[in-house]
């Protein structure tokens, strides 16, 4: 099989990784792919946009390409995937209605309300001076989000009504872009958030291991919300017993209701879900896609060939599958960022020590990675590198996976100490 990935992030690294294990897998294509796709032998990089649906079409059709994988959004929610299947190729990723349940909050939020899905309380507006009502009745802390996709930064939480009021505005007077159309406004929850990412064929949905994502920048969970600056799976809050609710008290309510409103959906389901003080658990929200970086330490540990999944998928043949197998032990990725991310920073800073760090046991997934003229891996993004480690225990992958990052250099170098904190102790 000759596959393309779409996409140029640590995610789209690890997915050809992954596939490049599989003697089925001939080649790999990555469109646009980054420094990391760029050296690992058989694969390549397509210097095309996400977005080129026409280029993507018509290099697949030239090159024999089996399957498309599409790891972002933005494409999946522009109907990436209809306008390929129409041209007669396969793809894993939902169809441009399906990519709603991302790509509009607002939608998401009425299809978990007709499914039953449980969720924080929410109203929607279309207007500000409706909204700050609101938020002046109801009081802070509040949670304030622009509906569609505005790449992580549309969710503000508000401690205060004041800042809850400036959100509302920031998001009418457009700094979101067309994210800004509606307001979203929610409780304020607390508690743990575990990431469920499911493969669905439309009909079955199979959860893959829960795994558990670092939003914030900073140590302690403190700062700026981020794309993930580190993440370990398998979650332990995440018990069989949780798993078993989860499967059929959002997972399978999610597909069967998407189903009834017409919705063939093949793909990922990612649930992003807050689990609370008292055990039970509400859902955040839903990509539409794998998650980055929980894409980088879920597969590391799976035995089944991720290929035979994503074709039964797009087959609607999931149900014959056997389980998914899972390796023994346990996986902790670090995202190591340029400096000053998720505000400004610099690209094109020359990397050094990846080498090194494997030697150290570690695997190094790029994301925002690119070569240079002289071949050298420079940093081209926020988030430039998942240094990941594999374990027996999360001990063992976490100090892994920071022995691995120390080997590596690049100017502005930033990274979080404490990943994995809440099943370990200490910073690193
Ligand atoms: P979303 O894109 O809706 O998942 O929001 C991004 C992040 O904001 C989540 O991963 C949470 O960390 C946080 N968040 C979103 N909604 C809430 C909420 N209702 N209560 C607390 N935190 C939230
Ligand atoms: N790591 C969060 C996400 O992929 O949305």
């Excluded at 503000?156 to 994210?179: N, R």
């Excluded at 990412?197 to 302690?220: E, F, N, V």
């Excluded at 404490?418 to 370990?424: F, L, P, S, T």
Aim: charged content about 20%; glycine content about 12%; proline content about 4%.
């Amino acid at each position: 099989m000759k596959v393309l990935v779409v996409g140029n992030g640590g995610r789209e690294h690890a997915l050809a990784w992954k596939l490049l294990q599989s003697k089925q897998i001939e080649q790999v294509v990555c469109v646009p792919g980054n420094g990391g796709t760029a050296s690992m032998e058989r694969c390549q990089n397509l210097p095309l946009a996400v977005d080129d649906f026409e280029g993507i079409s018509r290099y697949a059709h030239a090159h024999g390409i089996t399957l498309v994988i599409v790891g972002p959004e933005v494409p999946l929610s522009k109907g990436i995937t209809d306008y390929l299947q129409d041209k007669g190729l396969m793809v894993f990723g939902p169809i441009r209605a399906g990519a709603q349940i991302e790509a509009s909050k607002a939608w998401a939020k009425a299809l978990m309300q007709e499914a039953g899905i449980a969720t924080a309380r929410t109203a929607v507006f279309a207007e500000a001076g409706a909204a700050k009502s609101y938020v002046r009745a109801t009081g802070a802390p509040i949670v304030v989000k622009a509906d569609g996709l505005a790449a992580g930064k549309g969710v503000i939480m508000a401690e205060t009504v004041e800042q809850a009021e400036s959100a509302v505005d920031a998001i009418f007077q457009g700094q979101f872009g067309s994210a800004g159309e509606f307001v979203v406004i929610e409780e304020c929850l607390i508690g743990q958030e575990v990431s469920i990412l499911a493969l669905t064929d439309g009909l079955t949905i199979r959860s893959l291991l829960p795994s558990q994502d670092h939003k914030r920048i900073g140590d302690g969970d403190m700062g700026e919300n981020t794309g993930g600056m580190g993440a370990y799976a398998p979650a332990p809050i995440a018990t069989p017993e949780l798993m078993a609710r989860i499967q059929t008290e959002v997972l399978e309510r999610a597909i069967a209701t998407l189903r009834a409103k017409g919705i063939d959906y093949r793909g990922t389901l990612y649930a992003g879900l807050m689990i609370l003080p008292n055990g039970d658990f509400k859902v955040l929200e839903f990509n539409c896609r794998f998650g980055d970086p929980e894409t980088q330490v879920i597969l590391p540990l799976l035995e089944t060939p991720l290929e035979e999944l994503l074709l039964a998928c797009v087959q609607q043949r999931l149900s014959e599958l056997p389980p998914i197998a899972w390796k023994e032990g346990v996986c902790a990725t670090v995202v190591a960022a340029s400096g000053g991310y998720p505000g400004e920073y610099e690209k094109g800073q020359v990397i050094t020590g990846i080498r090194e760090a494997e030697k150290a046991g570690v695997t190094v997934f790029h994301a925002g990675t690119k070569l240079n003229q002289q071949q050298e891996v420079v940093t081209d993004g926020g988030r430039v590198l998942n240094v990941t480690g594999i374990g027996e225990n999360f001990e063992q992958a976490i100090a892994q996976a920071y022995a691995g990052i120390k080997c590596i250099q690049f100017e502005g170098i930033y990274y979080r100490r404490d990943i994995g904190h809440r099943v370990v102790s200490g910073k690193r």
